[in-house]
Antibody
Framework: QIQLVQSGPELKKPGESLKISCKAS????????MQWVKQAPGKGLQYMGW????????TYADDFKERFVFSLETSASTAYLQINNLKNEDTATYFC????????WGQGTLVTVSS | DVVLTQTPVSLLISLGGQASISCRSS???????????LHWYLQKPGQSPQLLIY???NRFSGIPDRFSGSGSGTDFTLKISRVEPEDLGVYYC?????????FGAGTKLELK
């Protein structure tokens, strides 16, 4: 069955960096784009952007062009979200989701940024 | 960016009742290819969002026919009939006609 399994929760200090993984199984990884979505505590869903799993080309929504990096390890069917120079407002759950119509979602990775 | 306005913000429904959620777009969601990429999701407490309806009115695999979507252009509606306890949570509309994708702010469905 199709699964997206994300890495575990992270506790970081402001200014640090982190990298979240999203490992796909149950389908051919390069057949579908991978989307990333942010959900701050108690808030709604915010679209971050997507990565073309065939070419590796990322596309970022405006709010996520500066410190956010999408990448792939195609041989491992894994997508990554890296966040640099973490800020308190990056505290959120981050989801990966498969496809141009995001039909399958990872379980989410909770990131807490606190000094 | 396209703004999706969902109403109401919250909905109190009795078990077995019917719920209706509106999603209005700041611009037409008809793509140049003729398709309309407006989708509906349910996020149950503590879970990831799940796709209910794609392209306005198509139920995703395994979604019961109690869920129906309709609309065109800029106005869309999700209806849930015979509400059951597992339908509770926050409903979101998502458009992917225009880049970047955007979500509505969500509608919380609660039991009366």
């Amino acid at each position: 069955q199709i699964q997206l399994v994300q890495s575990g929760p992270e506790l970081k200090k402001p200014g640090e960096s982190l990298k979240i993984s999203c490992k796909a199984s149950g389908y051919t990884f390069t057949d579908y784009a991978m989307q990333w979505v942010k959900q701050a505590p108690g808030k709604g869903l915010q679209y971050m952007g997507w990565i073309n799993t065939q070419t590796g080309k990322p596309t970022y929504a405006d709010d996520f062009k500066e410190r956010f990096v999408f990448s792939l390890e195609t041989s491992a069917s894994t997508a990554y979200l890296q966040i640099n120079n973490l800020k308190n407002e990056d505290t959120a759950t981050y989801f990966c989701a498969r496809g141009t119509t995001p039909a399958y979602w990872g379980q989410g990775t909770l990131v807490t940024v606190s000094s | 960016d396209v703004v999706l306005t969902q109403t109401p913000v919250s909905l109190l429904i009795s078990l077995g009742g019917q719920a209706s959620i509106s999603c209005r777009s700041s611009q037409s969601l008809v793509h140049s290819n003729g398709n309309t990429y407006l989708h509906w999701y349910l996020q149950k407490p503590g879970q990831s969002p799940q796709l209910l309806i794609y392209q306005v009115s198509n139920r995703f695999s395994g979604i019961p026919d109690r869920f129906s979507g309709s609309g065109s252009g800029t106005d869309f509606t999700l209806k849930i009939s015979r509400v059951e306890p597992e339908d509770l949570g926050v409903y979101y509309c998502l458009q992917r006609t225009h880049n970047p994708y955007t979500f509505g702010a969500g509608t919380k469905l609660e039991l009366k």
